[in-house]
């Protein structure tokens, strides 16, 4: 009788020792992944683009989006940071996922995470390494930016039972699906992504006009290293949300189509900082961005510091079965 029950004394011991099981990773309940369809120009004319991603209760739908987009996204670092194969961008697919109940839209990178690791076996590790960037920080002279007006109380989502809509579950502005409208100035883009609306129209001296009527420095920031030979870095420390608006040149459009069509022909690897194309100007003086920037009050400094960079060490090009 002592022996089994020193037995047992030694069996809950070891239980009890043993060190708690890690949380499960979270993941979807499930989620097809296709090859999305080209977008056409009968599409544009029509406004019905799906790009983007958009949740609605516990369904999210993301169209037209490469692994070079869902990678930065399911990471949450900017596209820039992301270290790996040339054909990153080449091919865009569209999924459609449902999250487990409880989750929320803000852990959908944590799930993104999963679902390419079980899905095209993505594997990575972090480096941490010295880049040439451009900090975006406030002029001498003062920010020139009024901040961005308050969005009416959005729509609430609709559960997938039809029930009433969940009081504490709104649809916020950059979750609904991308919509694309001409309104005699220019075109409108809303949801997919953004916040508020932004259009596109025609600026002074045949430049293109960009206007945003709900931008953080952040996002400004992302949106300028496309237009730069090097990573812009949000340094203002502004939280707000501002009304933006920049003319960019031809010439500097040019090199972001360029650069696009090079990322897709094979060079240079998606998200490798300071690897334009070879005659890309990075030169600030005469460039029409940072002029169209220093209108803001807002300035593009030549600095180097510490990026983190999420190095990609395998993935697979296609899909495992749905």
Do not use: C
């Not at 399911?74 to 270290?83: E, G, I, L, N």
């Not at 487990?100 to 095209?120: C, I, K």
């Amino acid at each position: 009788m002592l022996r089994i029950f020193f037995t047992l004394a030694l069996g809950a011991m070891a239980v009890f020792a043993q060190p708690s099981a890690p949380p499960a990773a979270l993941t979807f309940e499930v989620a097809s992944i296709r090859p999305a369809e080209p977008i056409t120009p009968a599409k544009v004319a029509a406004g019905k683009l799906h790009v983007g991603m958009t949740v609605n209760g516990t369904r999210v739908d993301i169209g037209f989006l490469s692994l070079a987009d869902l990678i930065p996204m399911a990471y949450r670092v900017k596209s820039y940071q992301v270290s790996g194969p040339s054909w990153l961008p080449a091919q865009r697919f569209d999924i459609q996922a449902k999250m487990p109940p409880g989750a929320t839209s803000e852990q959908v990178p944590e799930m993104l995470q999963a679902l390419l690791a079980d899905r095209f076996k993505l594997t990575i590790h972090r480096e941490t390494k010295e880049h040439s960037m451009y900090a975006l920080i406030v002029g001498k002279k003062g920010l020139k930016l009024k901040e961005a007006e308050p969005e009416p109380a959005p729509p609430k989502t609709q559960s997938d039972s039809g029930s009433p809509p969940d009081e504490n579950a709104p649809v916020k502005s950059e979750d609904r699906p991308i919509s694309i409208k001409n309104d005699g100035k220019g075109m409108v883009i809303t949801g997919g992504g953004q916040k508020g609306q932004m259009r596109v129209g025609r600026g002074s001296d045949g430049s293109i006009r960009f206007e945003s009527s709900k931008m953080t420095m952040e996002k400004l920031a992302e949106t300028l290293s496309r237009f730069v030979d090097r990573p812009v870095v949000d340094m203002t420390e502004l939280k707000g949300d501002y009304q933006v608006a920049l003319e960019v040149s031809m010439e500097d459009l040019r090199y972001v189509a360029k650069a696009a069509m090079v990322g897709l022909a094979g060079t240079p690897p998606v998200g490798e900082p300071g690897k334009p194309p070879t005659d890309a100007a990075s030169d600030p003086a005469g460039n029409s961005i940072f002029e169209s920037v220093q209108k803001l009050g807002l300035k593009l400094e030549p600095r180097k510091g510490p990026i983190e960079i999420i190095v990609i060490v395998l993935i697979e090009t296609a899909p495992t079965d749905n």
